[in-house]
């Protein structure tokens, strides 16, 4: 079994950045993919970025790309999601991900097997 717990969000100005970071107790296995996804306030849960096994394949949801950066620590089981430029509609519960055995970066949430609680950011304009 995997927990996972994110940290990092908080309110902030637009224009301001934000690093979040998902810490995993216990390894879900050797090859795994890593997403982030958000749920905005009475908006369904969304995918914001994803990053493979290997780090060096990653996907971006249109309206983050060139702000935010996702990227991966194995040696400490930490992923993390550096967002930067951050608008009032990047509102919302930030959530992280696993998938197990993964040589590609899902999409959707039923595509990972592993969640943390999440952590809200709040942007004000």
């Known amino acids: 079994q995997v927990a996972l717990e994110e940290s990092g969000g908080g309110s902030v100005q637009a224009g301001d950045s934000l690093r979040l970071a998902c810490a995993a107790s216990g390894r879900p296995s050797s090859v795994y993919a890593v997403g982030w996804f958000r749920q905005p306030p009475g908006a369904e849960r969304e995918f914001v970025a994803g990053?493979?096994?290997?780090?060096?394949?990653?996907r971006y949801q249109e309206s983050v790309k060139g702000r935010f950066s996702i990227s991966r620590d194995d040696a400490k089981s930490t992923g993390y999601l550096q967002m930067s430029n951050l608008k009032p509609e990047d509102t919302a519960i930030y959530y992280c991900a696993v998938k197990r055995g993964a040589l590609f970066v899902p999409e959707t949430s039923s595509g990972y097997d592993f969640w943390g609680q999440g952590t809200q950011v709040t942007v004000s304009s």
């Open positions: 990053i493979d096994w290997r780090g060096q394949n990653t």
